[in-house]
């Protein structure tokens, strides 16, 4: 029998109709509109944790919260903390002290880091209310320990709104089991300008990741893409 080890992971991102997620500049722009938006947040609400890279943190300082009062509100009548368990992978502890997602929203938050990490760096962290920080890895966070040690903590369903590092690192892993990408009607180009995936990438046909289309929809003045991926590690 197969017994999965690691929470349910889905990975939610935005993309220009060229694949970018920012500018050359890694500047956010905005690609999605107000029905997108809503939607996002409704995945947060149903979602047991939210993880991001630090790249993420230091370049978009999001706060990672709940936006809507009635999906806070609902999350709290079903027993849930109002805002989902925040998570930052963070090899080097660098995540800074007044990051939004440090002090913004109640909730409790996570800070994945390695062996590496300076010990002040990682006592000035931990030293912040509601923010516990894990120690998963040498060089860097090993994210299946990081997904185990999440899953005996309750989390079930994580999603993902890292940057194209950190959803390299999953899916090169196959610790991915379903993505969204919405596509928006703009065109960002360069060169240089960030994918939902980065990482070294794959060179074989049978090293890619094969997805199966569950749904393609029309919203806003975009199209909403989920995929199930196909050749995923299902333990962990």
């Known amino acids: 029998m197969n017994v999965r080890h690691r929470p349910f992971v889905f990975i939610n991102m935005a993309m220009s109709a060229d694949g970018k997620v920012s500018s050359v500049r890694r500047e956010q722009l905005r690609i999605s509109g107000a029905r997108d938006f809503d939607r996002v947040d409704s995945l947060r609400a149903s979602s047991d944790a939210i993880m991001v890279g630090i790249g993420t943190v230091l370049a978009d300082n999001p706060s990672l919260t709940v936006k809507s009062e009635k999906r806070r509100e609902e999350r709290k009548k079903s027993g849930k903390p109002e805002n989902p368990i925040r998570v930052v992978v963070d090899s080097e502890a660098r995540t800074p002290i007044d990051a939004e997602v440090l002090n913004r929203g109640a909730g409790m938050r996570i800070i994945a880091v390695s062996k590496r990490a300076i010990v002040e760096d990682v006592g000035r962290l931990g030293a912040k209310a509601d923010t516990e920080v894990v120690v998963c890895g040498s060089e860097e966070v090993d994210l299946k320990e990081l997904l185990y040690l999440l899953w005996q903590r309750g989390v079930n369903r994580l999603m993902v709104e890292g940057g194209g590092t950190l959803n390299w690192s999953l ?28 990482g070294p990438g794959f060179v074989s046909e049978e090293e890619l990741i094969k997805l199966e289309l569950i749904s393609a929809d029309k919203m806003d003045e975009g199209v909403l893409l989920k995929w199930r991926v196909i050749n995923r590690n299902r333990t962990g």
């Open 171 to 198: 899916l090169s892993q196959r610790l991915v089991d379903e993505i969204y990408i919405y596509v928006g009607n703009v065109v960002i180009g360069g060169d240089g300008a960030p994918t939902p995936v980065g």
